[in-house]
């Protein structure tokens, strides 16, 4: 009977993908590269066309050496790195290595299901030269960088630094942005909230400063703030607009790696490395009780939002099941991928989406589950209807002067039932108010504030120098006064 050999990266994925195979296969594992440009030197010959130079990575040649022994007993040698750039280099250093001959040897698979790699082998297909090229491209262009710019820190800062590609230029973007925020210069501004009681409800009505009639109007200064408040004094007030609607908010899409890297650290406060690491550990395989070993996600390592039709179809059954038909969406929530994006794997998403996170809880650590949690919510929610809002809408004028606000009441849950984030939890608190236009209105209170315009933060989302943003410094005082005997208690808050 024939011998087939696979060759993986991690032997955590060796164990997993060995149960799949049988005993005509056998898996190991090359711990990732095991080739790389010498440590002592540049390792690359800038006058031959950038011919790189690569050696056997230090510690591995016993593991080499057990390698080769597999290969002379195999008739087939698969290899199964992993479905990336980096994973396609591997597979072919070790082609080169261990001088395997490459037609029809290359397996990928984005997820760790017996289905998934079963139908590989079925599909192997020669090594991706194009990908191969564009890893030592990159590989190139670290070490020509990193080993220019380098020294360079060793001399100036502190011996030991390394400088890349990725550093040097980041470093250049936080030098520009640093020098933005020092140039900047800060604008004054006020807003104004009035305070209504409302006879036909018990809650006040709190409304913002909009501006003069239909034009909008910002408070530049003090000035134009005690003339607007002087104009307002014993001003009547009332109702002049009521607009009711429906609003829907979109269900997410589903993680690919930077979201998924982002919602972590916001949600469950992990580290990128903690993050990616879990999800390593999650898609080569864990054991399940009842069911063995399982790849519990797919491939972690993606910028597509893409979801196969299997899966798509399977998770649209199980929240008909589960959720009732009224919560499936109506169609894919993908959104196309730009042109910049290879799409080459699928988003990250379960396995398996009847393994719901309590099934698998007892077979996980605690941050383990926390972060499949994650996953298999935000999938689950990207194929359900949006969330849906009644809205209403205020304007009140008073001496030609205009007041809005706004409240909002959630009506269908929608994916909200299975996904929801800080923000939305906040928002579903907005009340909506039960007004009509002949609502007789009381001005109880004026509450102006000062801010001052912001410049954009150092890193993160950058909005640029027209940022608005308030102001921390703590306010110094607090004025007070009433309009006559019957008039509103106005305050004020300075810097």
């Given at each position: 009977?024939?011998?087939?050999?696979?060759?993986?990266?991690?032997?955590?994925?060796?164990?997993t993908?060995?149960?799949?195979?049988?005993?005509?296969?056998?898996?190991?594992a090359?711990?990732?590269?095991?080739?790389?440009?010498?440590?002592?030197?540049?390792?690359?010959?800038?006058?031959?066309?950038?011919?790189?130079?690569?050696?056997?990575?230090?510690?591995?040649?016993?593991?080499?050496?057990?390698?080769?022994?597999?290969?002379?007993?195999?008739?087939?040698?698969?290899?199964?790195?992993?479905?990336?750039?980096?994973?396609?280099?591997?597979?072919?250093?070790?082609?080169?290595?261990?001088?395997?001959?490459?037609?029809?040897?290359?397996i990928?698979?984005n997820?760790?299901?017996?289905?998934?790699?079963?139908?590989?082998?079925?599909?192997?297909?020669?090594?991706?030269?194009?990908?191969?090229?564009?890893?030592?491209?990159r590989?190139?262009?670290?070490?020509?960088?990193?080993?220019?710019?380098?020294?360079?820190?060793?001399?100036?800062?502190?011996?030991?630094?390394?400088?890349?590609?990725?550093?040097?230029?980041?470093?250049?973007?936080?030098?520009?942005?640093?020098?933005?925020?020092?140039?900047?210069?800060?604008?004054?501004?006020?807003?104004?909230?009035?305070?209504?009681?409302?006879?036909?409800?018990?809650?006040?009505?709190?409304?913002?400063?909009?501006?003069?009639?239909?034009?909008?109007?910002?408070?530049?200064?003090?000035?134009?703030?005690?003339?607007?408040?002087?104009?307002?004094?014993?001003?009547?007030?009332?109702?002049?607009?009521?607009?009711?609607?429906?609003?829907?908010?979109?269900?997410?899409?589903?993680?690919?790696?930077?979201?998924?890297?982002?919602?972590?650290?916001?949600?469950?406060?992990?580290?990128?490395?903690?993050?990616?690491?879990?999800?390593?550990?999650?898609?080569?395989?864990?054991?399940?009780?009842?069911?063995g070993?399982?790849?519990?996600?797919?491939?972690?390592?993606?910028?597509?939002?893409?979801i196969?039709?299997?899966?798509?179809?399977?998770?649209?059954?199980?929240?008909?099941?589960?959720?009732?038909?009224?919560?499936?969406?109506?169609?894919?929530?993908?959104?196309?991928?730009?042109?910049?994006?290879?799409?080459?794997?699928?988003?990250?998403?379960?396995?398996?989406?009847?393994?719901?996170?309590?099934?698998?809880?007892?077979?996980?650590?605690?941050?383990?589950?926390?972060?499949?949690?994650?996953?298999?919510?935000?999938?689950?929610?990207?194929?359900?209807?949006?969330?849906?809002?009644?809205?209403?809408?205020?304007?009140?004028?008073?001496?030609?002067?205009?007041?809005?606000?706004?409240?909002?009441?959630?009506i269908?849950?929608?994916?909200?039932?299975?996904?929801?984030?800080?923000?939305?939890e906040?928002?579903?608190?907005?009340?909506?108010?039960?007004?009509?236009?002949?609502?007789?209105?009381?001005?109880?209170?004026?509450?102006?504030?000062?801010?001052?315009?912001?410049?954009?933060?150092l890193?993160?989302?950058?909005?640029?120098?027209n940022?608005?943003?308030?102001?921390?410094?703590?306010?110094?005082?607090?004025?007070?006064?009433?309009?006559?005997?019957?008039?509103?208690?106005?305050?004020?808050k300075?810097?």
């Open positions: 009977m024939s011998k087939n050999l696979v060759i993986v990266e991690s032997p955590a994925k060796a164990k993908i060995k149960k799949f195979l049988g005993n005509n296969y056998e898996v190991i090359s711990n990732g590269h095991v080739r790389d440009l010498p440590k002592s030197q540049l390792g690359i010959d800038i006058e031959n066309d950038f011919e790189p130079k690569y050696i056997t990575i230090r510690g591995k040649g016993d593991l080499l050496a057990k390698i080769r022994k597999e290969v002379k007993k195999a008739d087939k040698v698969y290899l199964a790195t992993d479905p990336d750039r980096e994973g396609e280099a591997i597979s072919w250093h070790l082609s080169k290595t261990l001088k395997l001959e490459t037609n029809n040897s290359r990928t698979f997820e760790i299901t017996k289905n998934a790699v079963k139908s590989s082998i079925k599909q192997a297909r020669d090594i991706d030269m194009n990908l191969v090229d564009s890893q030592q491209t590989r190139i262009l670290d070490r020509m960088v990193g080993y220019s710019i380098s020294p360079l820190l060793w001399d100036k800062v502190k011996r030991g630094l390394s400088a890349g590609r990725v550093q040097s230029v980041a470093l250049r973007i936080i030098c520009d942005r640093e020098e933005e925020i020092n140039a900047f210069v800060p604008e004054e501004y006020w807003n104004l909230e009035g305070v209504f009681d409302v006879k036909e409800d018990k809650n006040p009505l709190v409304a913002k400063f909009a501006g003069y009639g239909s034009e909008k109007l910002t408070i530049h200064s003090e000035a134009e703030l005690n003339e607007i408040l002087k104009n307002l004094e014993n001003a009547e007030f009332k109702i002049t607009e009521i607009k009711r609607g429906e609003r829907q908010k979109k269900s997410p899409l589903p993680f690919i790696t930077s979201t998924l890297q982002q919602e972590a650290a916001k949600n469950l406060n992990f580290s990128t490395s903690k993050t990616m690491r879990l999800a390593q550990q999650l898609y080569e395989g864990v054991d399940v009780e009842k069911h070993t399982v790849g519990l996600i797919t491939y972690l390592r993606t910028d597509s939002v893409r196969s039709k299997e899966a798509d179809t399977a998770a649209r059954g199980f929240i008909a099941e589960n959720y009732g038909a009224d919560f499936v969406a109506d169609k894919e929530n993908d959104r196309e991928n730009g042109k910049k994006i290879q799409d080459a794997h699928e988003a990250i998403r379960p396995t398996y989406v009847e393994f719901t996170p309590v099934i698998v809880k007892n077979s996980l650590s605690r941050d383990q589950f926390r972060l499949y949690q994650l996953i298999w919510k935000r999938f689950i929610a990207s194929r359900m209807q949006p969330a849906k809002y009644e809205t209403i809408s205020v304007k009140i004028d008073g001496n030609g002067y205009r007041f809005t606000t706004s409240g909002s009441k959630l269908f849950e929608g994916y909200m039932s299975v996904y929801t984030t800080e923000e939305e906040k928002q579903n608190n907005a009340m909506l108010k039960n007004l009509t236009e002949d609502a007789k209105l009381t001005l109880t209170a004026l509450n102006p504030s000062q801010h001052f315009t912001q410049p954009g933060p890193h993160g989302g950058y909005p640029g120098k940022f608005r943003g308030t102001w921390n410094r703590k306010t110094q005082y607090v004025r007070s006064y009433h309009n006559n005997d019957s008039g509103p208690q106005i305050r004020g300075g810097k």
